[in-house]
């Protein structure tokens, strides 16, 4: 058993020290998981080989399920207190668990998530375009996670998945969902027709779209879901064939309907969520 860490100037500490995004992500590509349940289902990711771990600190309570997930690993699980984890890391919220993973060199792509994901049958994908909002990548990765999903496409212009705050958010199912970045959206689009059978529909709140409580949605389909401001880019929304829209409430004033100058509209995830049920049960 390692000796547990009692002073704060204790060396084992310093990884633990610098951990800020941009800080972790020049050190060799880290980043840095928070709280029991997020850090075991990074564990759990470690275990299939979809990340490598490098420490782990946990509060004493913590400290034999630990050591347990972590025994076919070389990694110690180094023990210290609640009030001695907070003052080396700066977090108030790690719920008695750090850890510091470290990202693959290169970002699962196209092919890996098609691999992934159903070859045959069922399949609904959330394709995002320039989302940038922290708590609407990890909020839509939690709801694809609990509504079914089979993967998230994120194209260059999004944020990254693995900062702090978008695995807290997801609460830690950016390491259960699988997931890829592209560069271009549109050129993805045009690729998983062929290879994966899988037709785009665009999630936008424009007049011509088809409401929701309308909308057939293909068997392997993938929603597209646009940036927090400005929508669904041009480029990526040709790719779409097909449209669908949220309804708001019946005799709205025209500048506040679909594609008014002060349109009513709900946030990344929200949408997401609203749509991706309706999916699910509504595929044909």
């Not at 977090?91 to 992934?116: T, W």
């Not at 690729?191 to 665009?202: M, Q, R």
């Not at 997401?272 to 309706?278: F, G, K, Q, S």
Request: with cysteine; charged share 25%.
């Amino acid at each position: 058993m390692i000796p547990p860490i009692t002073e704060l100037e204790d060396r084992r500490l310093d990884p633990f020290r610098r951990t800020r995004d941009r800080d972790l992500r020049a050190d060799d590509g880290r980043f840095v998981v928070e709280s029991p349940r997020v850090v075991s289902r990074f564990i759990d990711a470690v275990r299939a080989g979809r990340f490598s771990i490098d420490r782990i600190l946990v509060a004493p309570e913590h400290a034999a399920t630990f050591a347990a997930k972590t025994e076919a690993f070389d990694t110690d699980v180094l023990v210290a207190e609640d009030a001695l984890m907070t003052a080396a890391s700066g977090y108030h919220f790690h719920g008695g668990a750090l850890a510091i993973g470290r990202r693959p060199k290169n970002p699962p792509g196209l092919d890996e998530l098609i691999a992934a994901i159903p070859s045959e049958g069922p399949a609904v994908l959330i394709g995002l375009a320039g989302l940038t909002t922290m708590d609407n990548i990890g909020g839509i990765f939690r709801i694809g996670a609990a509504l079914g999903a089979s993967g998230v496409l994120l194209d260059g212009a999004c944020t990254d998945p693995l900062l702090r705050r978008c695995i807290r958010i997801s609460m830690g199912q950016v390491f259960r969902l699988p997931w890829a970045r592209v560069d271009s959206l549109p050129e993805a689009i045009g690729e998983l027709g062929p290879l994966a059978t899988v037709d785009p529909v665009a999630v936008e709140n424009l007049a011509e779209a088809t409401p929701l409580t309308d909308a057939i949605f293909p068997e392997r389909t993938m929603l597209v879901i646009g940036n927090e401001g400005h929508g669904i880019d041009s480029a990526t929304l040709a790719a779409c064939p097909r449209r669908v829209r949220i309804e708001g409430p019946r005799g709205l004033p025209t500048d506040e309907g679909p594609g008014g100058d002060d349109e009513r509209s709900l946030n990344a995830a929200t949408a997401t969520a609203i749509v991706l049920h309706a999916a699910m049960q509504g595929r044909h």
